[in-house]
Each structure stands twice: as C-alpha cells, then as structure tokens.
C-alpha cells in the first residue's frame, strides 16, 4: 500500500466488518507485544537504554563515542539497551557485548532503514511492529538514557523520557545528551525560547537532563545518580 493509498483509505468510511477484522483483532496483536515484552524484559536486571542515530557510520567520532559509553556502563555493571538497529544503536550493543556485558536489543521493522545488529545477545532481541510498545519498553526497563545525536526518532525518545520524568509518571532517571557541539544549539533554544520567553516549561525543568561532551562524563552521572540512592546493580 502507497502513501498516497494510506490517505485515501482515512478518509473512507469503513462498515461493522471491516472494522470488526481489521481494527478490533489489531488490539490482540497489540497484547501479545506487551506480552511478550514484559515477559522477556523483566529478567534483565538494571541497564541503561543508548538511542542515536541509525545513519551514523563506523568511522564517526560519535559511533566510536558509543561504543566507548557501553562499555563503559558494563564495567559499572549495567546492562545497554539500544534500538537494536545499525549506527548508533549498533554501537552501544557492540560495547556491551565485547565487553561481557548484557545487549539487549529492542528493534523496529521498518520497511527499507532498520534491521537488527549482530551484537545483540541473542536471547535479548526483540522485534516490535509499534513504535508505541517499542517507547514503553526503553521507558518501563531503563534505568537511566543517554543520548547520543540522531534525528526525528532520537528526538522522540528523548523528549518521551523527559516528558514522563516531567509529569511524574516515571521516576526521575538520570538523562544525558552526549555531543555538545551537537546539542547546545536545541538546548539554547529551550532555555530562551520555551523557558524565558514563552514560559512552557518550569526553570527546574532545565535539570532533568545534563548535556556533557565525554562517555566517562555521561557513565558518571549515571553512577553517582545511584550511589547517592545507595543503589548498585545486580550483575
């Protein structure tokens, strides 16, 4: 089906059938997702979830910045979660997993970019239809996110993770944006744009997140985050 077909058939008025078998029965496969995503992610134990890029490629400063930050995290026992995909995503289950550490891999299907990386443990791949379950899973199971760059899909997870912390419907987790050449221009614009000028956002909303420029600055953050709680993880 086409673009332009998806469009055509919104505006269409669909009868009781084809409600009843496309519609209603959507809703079991939408269960089985969770389903099978609470079963699978409930062992895994304390880990950090890394989103970046998918297009970024091995010889990028940033990849080599995920990899490093992965490892990194399994020295201090945590597991790395990641959109089990190429690039970014690649990078951080390479970390973890040449490192000994626990890889887990939540992918999406998509229909030409995203197929899942050979450094995931194979027991901890997952593959979802729904963007939606996929964001329920990094936010229900992650015990902290970094975020390296990335586009529309990095942007998205992020701002879901702050926006939950915001409201209180998750725990205050640790949030770091590595790469400040890459990020201060957005920041600047939240502070002077949504913060002073238009007044969306709360001034302690600027600390829900950090910004530094180094994998041992962000698994820091990480690990005093935790030690203040008395916390340490279980593998």
Known sequence: MTGEDKIRQAFENKNWQEIKVTDSWQIFKI?????????KLAKIGPCVSIFGSARTHTDNK??????????L?????????????????????????????????LNIELPFEQFHNKYIDRDKIMEFDYFFIRKVMFMKYSQGFIILPGG?????????????????KIARFPIIFVGVEYWKGLFKWVE???LNDQHNINPDDLNLYRVVDTAEEAVEHITRFYNKYVLKPNF
């Open 73 to 105: 995290l399994t020295e201090h026992g945590y597991g790395v979660i990641s959109g089990g995909g190429p690039g970014i995503m690649e990078a951080a289950n390479k970390g973890a997993y040449e490192n000994g550490g626990k890889s887990v891999g």
């Open 152 to 168: 529309f899909g990095t942007m998205d997870e992020s701002f879901e993770a702050i926006t939950l912390i915001q409201t209180g």
């Open 31 to 39: 269960m089985a997702e969770f389903v099978d995503g609470f079963e």
């Open 62 to 71: 940033y990849y080599q910045l995920a990899v490093e930050t992965a490892r």
């Open 192 to 194: 002077e744009k949504m």
